[in-house]
């Protein structure tokens, strides 16, 4: 059985703007699932619906096995953390966190013991008394996840909970926020716009564009094996080549680009009718001087070295290539070391065939 399970669910708001379509998650139990896309593709609205929050226009929502499209949120075993938080400013520290308590009814014992031992959690016992408009905004971010979580919800569902914070506190609150998850073994479900938050915080990421979901798969995935062209321009920093004919070798598919055959893996279903793009992620290139002796095997494209950074162990490169775009190449600097390239060098960009993804072009 799922923690959580989407099926179909789908959102027009009465003005008739379609947020989200057809959605299909399965959440399991103790999992980080975030939601990621740009401002306005549907993230906030889906998570209200799971909340409660939002009426569904179509679907089902179910947790642990049963449906709660119809529940409403106070009867749902969630909690929702706002991006500003909704603390009360003038309640302390101590009414703000019991306040899910009180909406439940529990008795004023058992809600103190309740109360106090999530204020000794998070460290936040000696502020128990201080309204919250007093508190600093990393205290706050506190506040409101020990209110999330003092009422047990079998999912926590949290609206950009770091929006608010500056990069300093992100990162500390990030960390807290993984590893507090970890040790409750909730299921947490995050909505951000923010692609470092999301990949490096969660198990998996679903990422989202104009109410439609376009890929559903761990962090590594989405690196390695964008689904959609969407993805493979939105995560990372990918090199797309468009490709116009097919052709099979084999397990090998070789698309026929402005700069040449580019070999991808060959992958039963790609229909070259309408255009196919090869995405290959930036640290898959490797730069050599244009007369090295060519490693067997590679698609090679020749260019130019145009930039080149390298900041600690890593380095940033830039390749004009000789239809006149600029791909990035991020590696080890032992990608360039010993080489002694300079820019305005010619040099040929390789990548494996295995790096490289062929997906329909949007
Ligand atoms: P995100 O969280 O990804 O930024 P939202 O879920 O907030 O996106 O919004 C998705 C779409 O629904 C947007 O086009 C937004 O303008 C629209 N929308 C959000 N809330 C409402 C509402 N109450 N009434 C009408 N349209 C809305």
Redesign the pocket.
């Known amino acids: 059985m799922h923690d959580l399970e989407l099926i179909g669910v789908g959102k027009t ?1 009465p ?1 008739g ?1 379609v ?1 989200v379509q057809d959605f299909d998650l399965q959440v399991g139990s103790g999992e980080f699932v975030a939601f990621l ?1 740009p ?7 889906t998570l209200r619906m799971i909340a409660g929050f939002e009426e569904i226009t179509h679907g089902r929502i179910m947790i642990k096995g049963r449906d709660v499209s119809r529940t409403p949120p106070e009867k749902r075993p969630t909690s929702m953390i706002f991006q500003n938080y909704a603390l009360f400013p003038h309640m302390n520290v101590r009414d703000n966190i019991g306040f899910g308590l009180d909406v439940k009814g529990l008795a004023k014992r058992e809600k103190d013991a309740k109360v106090d031992r999530i204020l000794d959690m998070f460290g936040l016992t000696e502020f128990a008394d201080r309204p919250a408009d007093r508190l600093s905004g990393g205290q706050r971010q506190r506040i409101a996840l020990a209110r999330g979580l003092v009422v047990e919800p079998e999912i926590l569902l949290l609206d950009e909970p770091l929006g608010a914070l500056d990069a300093n506190l992100r990162r500390i609150i990030q960390n807290e926020l993984k590893l507090l998850q970890r040790e409750l073994g909730i299921t947490f479900v995050f ?1 951000t716009h923010a692609q470092s938050e999301a990949l490096g915080l969660s198990d998996r990421v679903v990422v989202m564009s104009d ?1 439609v979901v376009e890929q559903i798969s761990t962090p590594t995935e989405l690196y390695r094996r964008p689904a959609s062209a969407f993805v493979a321009d939105f995560i990372g920093a990918n090199a797309i080549f468009e490709g116009r004919g097919l052709r099979r070798d084999g397990a090998s598919a070789l698309l026929d680009t402005a700069l040449g055959e580019i070999r991808a893996p060959w992958r039963d279903g790609i229909d070259p009718a309408q255009g196919l793009l090869a995405v290959v992620p930036a640290e898959a290139m490797r730069i050599d001087a244009a007369d090295a002796v060519p490693v067997a095997g590679r698609t090679r494209l020749s260019g130019a070295l145009s930039g080149q950074q390298v900041v600690g162990a890593t380095g940033h490169f830039k390749v004009r290539l000789t239809d006149g775009r600029e791909v990035v190449v991020e590696g080890r600097d032992d990608a360039l070391a010993g080489r002694a390239l300079a820019t305005g060098d010619p040099v040929t960009l390789s990548f494996a065939q295995e790096s490289v993804t062929l997906v329909p072009p949007r």
């Open positions: 708001y003005d703007t947020a896309g401002s306005g593709c549907g993230k906030s609205t909505v109410g």
